[in-house]
Antibody
Framework: QVQVVESGGGVVQPGRSLRLSCAASGFTFSSYAMNWVRQAPGKGLEWVAIISYAGSNKYYANSVKGRFTLSRDTSGNTLYLQMNSLRPEDTAVYYC????????????????????WGQGTTVTVSS | SYEVTQPPSVSVSPGQTATITCSGEKLGDKYAFWYKQKPGQSPVLLIYQDKKRPSGIPERFSGSNSGNTATLTISGTQPMDEADYYCQAWDSSTVVFGGGTKLTVL
């Protein structure tokens, strides 16, 4: 069964760090670009970052650029989000989401939706 | 940076047609995507590439995209369709979400 499962959320003080993980199963992880999307309490979806299938290309939202780092472990089928210098406004549910096309089908993922989402992991930044 | 805009809320009576719009500069030159999210649940891809439905999505959900506006249409709206709906576009390899539209079925 195709799924992604996030973990690593918790309560952290402002300025501290946290690392989120997203474990993928049921599909060839190395063939898909992957995203993090977050949702603050009572708010809409906010895209955070994307990493290409091989990990060579990474893009970040301006709100997290320079503080968050995306990486992937292809052998372990895991996506990571290292979050440094956390702020109260980073408080949100963080979702891992797959882009719905493999690199062999189309290396340009800009034409495809996010077809697999995890259940999310909650990050609370508070003193 | 690119932005897409949705109305915050739309109301519809059961059995009627609901229309949710998503506006962005020359959005019709891009693909539009739609997601449905119910309270406490993860988003679900509803429409991709303007008008295609993933397997398992009912035929009453349809999409279109032209000019500056993409539209999600729900025909024969059911109470179970009450949810938040988000449009999405791509902008130079980054994902752009609209602010979301709360659909109320009453």
């Amino acid at each position: 069964q195709v799924q992604v499962v996030e973990s690593g959320g918790g309560v952290v003080q402002p300025g501290r760090s946290l690392r989120l993980s997203c474990a993928a199963s049921g599909f060839t992880f190395s063939s898909y670009a992957m995203n993090w999307v977050r949702q603050a309490p009572g708010k809409g979806l906010e895209w955070v970052a994307i990493i290409s299938y091989a990990g060579s290309n990474k893009y970040y939202a301006n709100s997290v650029k320079g503080r968050f780092t995306l990486s992937r472990d292809t052998s372990g089928n895991t996506l990571y989000l290292q979050m440094n210098s956390l702020r109260p406004e980073d408080t949100a549910v963080y979702y891992c989401a797959r882009v719905g096309v493999t690199v062999t089908m189309d290396p340009d993922y800009n034409y495809y939706g996010l077809d697999v989402w995890g259940q999310g992991t909650t990050v609370t930044v508070s003193s | 940076s690119y932005e897409v805009t949705q109305p915050p809320s739309v109301s519809v009576s059961p059995g009627q047609t609901a229309t949710i719009t998503c506006s962005g500069e020359k959005l019709g030159d891009k693909y539009a995507f739609w997601y449905k999210q119910k309270p406490g649940q993860s988003p679900v891809l509803l429409i991709y590439q303007d008008k295609k439905r993933p397997s398992g999505i009912p035929e009453r959900f349809s999409g279109s995209n032209s000019g500056n506006t993409a539209t999600l249409t729900i025909s024969g709206t059911q109470p179970m369709d009450e949810a938040d709906y988000y449009c999405q576009a791509w902008d130079s390899s980054t994902v752009v979400f609209g602010g979301g539209t709360k659909l109320t079925v009453l």
